[in-house]
Structure formats: structure tokens, C-alpha cells
């Protein structure tokens, strides 16, 4: 019988070790499933990016920039928002229903070669989409594949490439007990996609983690750009789509507008043109285009929405958070909101909530649909604790709602991009899509 684009997301949720690293046996069962499929990963140009934050904003910078180039490119994304499709893109359209059906039945069937092994070699599900989203390239002959790291670096699935630039936006806390409680083990974890001989871009200035991502540069003789050192931004003025920034490294660009914004989205674009410069593609005209018009959904995203102003921020750890709090001062000052916070179990929640709590004159607290946020009512105490009004609605949809109702003109939506994810699709689809129950 065959199955449709629902029954692969059942399958890939519910049957695969979804929401767990397995790191038993480091990257030989991706190794192997990848060669059971004809090295799909080869045969075209790639761009990989990681870090604790950014990586995905100078993914869809880079994606954007090569799409307007004019180059047949592919992207992966992670995690989507509310749209299993949004992971894969090539130049800029998602992925169709029909292709996932098509690109996971050859996959799976290489899966279940290596279920066959036992439990340690069953591909998680992440190593299963990794697989699919390197033969959808190769079938579909993309020249270029901006690939972004789904966590860490040096065991990640998608660490089997060798690309034109290795990226690393940014080392900070986050999945500590995965990747260490240090900044200097987290970077040797996302140093870990280092190549030899392949050149290195890094938006990271902090000593500690820095010397580590040099260390690791020079053992494997991978040429190093530092911000900061071989290429600046500067001439920054903010305003709401619309950021105005020069750029100096081997060019000097005056006046780009950037629609991304934030002060960090500055930094994350810089970080993405040094990476285009160092890889010989840089083009003025093209890049000053692609900057006007690359959004990265559901980071400081501004939507009007029933009157409001509703700020949707995928902020999910503190260094997310403190960057939200600086980018409220500076595009909203003084201005009344209301929160829908719901942070994961994992998060280090008070730091999180120390971060923000003064913004809001009240507070819905909701629970993002994941396992890993059983303990979500724990956030309410956190604000009152600090005196912000807070109430207690378990389903997002509904806490959203309730935030519409209040006389305050602006709502933030942030915590978790699961969260962000919910209340965008029912702004932008008007709809809980079929695939949201399933995952």
C-alpha cells in the first residue's frame, strides 16, 4: 500500500529515536547509511554552518544570496517552525509532500538494512532526514547545499560533508548536557566541523572559546577569519526592517540595508558575507538585494495581527534571551506588552526569565508541545517571583488568544521555537495543519 505525507511523519516521529542523540557509535551509522544510499552528499558545493545562535539566520542569508545568483541551491534547516517541508528548500521553495514521500521510501529502505543490526545501529530520526536531505539534493543536481548543523558539531549527522567554508556563528550555553559545561568544551564540540585544509568563518569574540576554535583551526590547517580581526561591521543605525551597516574585510561596503533585525542579525550578516567573500563569490549588487530582502522566520519576527503587534522570538537559552531583551530596547522602547513565554524543562529558566520579566506588564504562561516541557507551570512562579502578573493556559493557541484581548498593543511571543512555531502557523495558515498533531 502505499503511504502519503502524513504516514512519513508518523513513521519518522513515532518509530524513530526522535528527541534523542544517539552518539554510541559517533557518525558510523550515518556513515553507513549514507553509503548504502551512493554517497548522496557528494557531487555538489556546500556551505556548513554552525553555532549556539545564528546559524540559522546566516543559513538563509547564504541560501537567499545564491538563489538571487542564480545558482540551483539547496538548504536544510533545523528545527522547522510548524511545517516538517520548511526543513528542505531549494531556492527558497519548500520541499512538496510528494518528494518527502518520494526521497523517504528510498531511504527506508536503507534504514531498515541497518535496523537489522540491532538497536545501536537504528537511524535516529534525525539521521534518517539527514540521509533524505542528501539525496533530495542529488537527485534534484543542486550546485550549492547550505547545510546547517541540527546540534553541536563534531557528532551532528550532517558532519560527513567536506564543504567550500566551515562556519561557526557564535559558542554559548545551550544543550550543556550533551555538548559540556563549559564555553571551552562546547566550542571543541562545534569546532568539530573543522576540515583539513577547508576555511573557517567565526562571528565568536570570547577569549576562552575562541582560542579553542583556533587551536582546532591550526591543528587542521584550516585557513581562520575572526570578527573582529579580518573583517568588521561598523556605521550600524537600527530600524524596524530596515538596518543600515558597512562592512569591512577584503571589500568595503557602505550603506547595506539589512531586514533581519537586531544588532546580532548585523553580526550574523557580516559573518555570512566574509563567508561569501573567502568562498570567491561575493557580488555587491547581488548581496545588497539579498540583504533588503532574506527574513528569518520566527526571529524578532514583527507581524501585525488583529490590531496588534505581535513579536514572535524563538529565544530558547539565555544568551536568545538577553539579545531579545537588547532588541526590545531598541526597537520598541518604552512601549507596553504582554508576554506568552513557555520555555523547555532543560532551559536554565531563571536566567531566562531575569532576562525579561521587566518588559511585561503580564505574563501567559503556556506549555510548548514538547516532551521535554512537562514542568512548564514552573515559569509562572518564576515571574511572579519577580512581581510581573502571570496566568497559567497549558495549550499555546489558547494563551495567544487571551494575550489578543489585552489593551496592551504588543504582544511577545518567545520561550521556545516550538511555541513560536504554533502561533505562527495559526497566524500565517489560520489553522492548525493536519501534520502539527503528529509531531
Known amino acids: ?52 545562535n545564528g546559524k540559522g539566520s546566516v543559513a538563509r542569508l547564504l541560501h537567499g544570496y545564491l538563489t538571487r545568483l542564480g545558482v540551483k541551491t539547496g538548504a536544510f ?11 528542505i528548500l531549494i531556492n527558497e521553495k519548500m520541499i512538496s509532500e510528494d518528494d518527502v514521500v518520494e526521497i523517504f521510501e528510498e531511504v527506508y529502505e536503507k534504514v531498515k538494512v541497518l535496523d537489522e543490526l540491532g538497536e545501536d545501529w537504528m537511524p535516529s530520526f534525525f539521521e534518517t532526514l539527514t540521509a533524505m536531505v542528501y539525496l533530495y539534493f ?22 560527513v560533508i567536506i564543504p567550500e567554508v ?68 561598523c556605521d550600524t543605525s537600527l530600524g524596524l526592517n530596515e538596518n543600515l551597516f558597512s562592512y569591512r574585510g577584503e571589500n568595503y561596503f557602505k550603506d547595506l540595508v539589512l531586514r533581519m533585525n537586531g544588532r546580532h542579525q548585523v553580526q550574523n550578516a557580516t559573518v555570512a558575507i566574509k563567508t561569501l567573500e573567502v568562498s570567491k563569490l561575493l557580488e555587491e549588487h547581488t ?18 495581527y488583529e490590531g496588534k503587534k505581535v513579536v514572535l522570538d524563538g529565544a530558547h537559552n539565555v544568551s536568545g ?27 536554565e529558566r531563571e536566567k531566562m526569565v531575569e532576562k525579561i520579566h521587566h518588559f511585561f506588564g503580564k505574563v501567559y504562561v503556556t506549555k510548548p508541545r514538547s516532551h521535554r516541557a512537562e514542568r512548564f507551570y514552573e515559569v509562572c512562579d518564576m515571574f511572579k517571583k519577580r512581581k510581573v502578573p502571570c496566568e497559567l493556559v497549558e495549550k499555546g493557541i489558547d494563551a495567544f488568544e487571551k494575550a489578543l484581548k489585552d489593551p496592551s498593543e ?17 497566524i500565517k495558515e489560520g489553522k492548525v495543519l493536519k501534520e502539527w498533531e503528529i509531531s
Not at 288 to 303: A, M, W
Not at 322 to 341: Q, R
Not at 410 to 426: D, P, T, W
Open 1 to 52: 500500500m502505499k503511504i502519503g505525507y502524513l504516514d512519513v511523519l508518523r513513521i519518522l516521529y513515532n518509530e524513530r529515536p526522535h528527541g534523542k542523540v544517539k552518539i554510541g557509535l559517533g557518525l558510523k551509522r550515518i556513515e553507513r547509511l549514507l553509503e548504502l544510499l551512493e554517497n548522496p552528499q557528494e557531487g555538489y558545493k556546500k556551505f556548513h554552518i554552525t553555532g549556539t
Open 77 to 87: 534547516f533545523s528545527p522547522h517552525l510548524y511545517t516538517f517541508r520548511e526543513r
Open 138 to 159: 542529488k537527485k534534484k543536481r543542486v550546485d550549492w547545499a547550505v547545510i546547517e548543523v541540527g546540534l553541536g558539531g563534531r557528532l551532528d549527522a550532517t558532519n
Open 166 to 233: 566551515s562556519v561557526i556563528t557564535t559558542v554559548d550555553f545551550d544543550h550543556m548536557k550533551i555538548l559540556g559545561d563549559s564555553l571551552e568544551k562546547i566550542a571543541w564540540e562545534k569546532a568539530g566541523i573543522i576540515k583539513e585544509g577547508v576555511p573557517v568563518v567565526t562571528g565568536e569574540t570570547k577569549r576562552e572559546p575562541l582560542r579553542v576554535i583556533e587551536e582546532v583551526a591550526n591543528e587542521r590547517s584550516a585557513p581562520l577569519s575572526i570578527l573582529e580581526r579580518d573583517f568588521f561591521f
Open 287 to 304: 548581496l545588497r538585494h539579498t540583504l533588503k530582502e532574506v527574513v528569518n522566520p520566527g526571529r524578532f519576527e514583527v507581524i501585525s
Open 321 to 347: 534571551m538577553s539579545v531579545l531583551a537588547m532588541t526590545l530596547e531598541d526597537y520598541l522602547p518604552n512601549e507596553e506588552m504582554i508576554g506568552v513565554i513557555g520555555i523547555l524543562d532543560d532551559k
Open 410 to 426: 504588543i504582544v511577545v511571543v518567545a520561550g521556545s521555537l516550538y511555541l513560536v512555531g504554533e502561533i505562527r502557523m495559526l
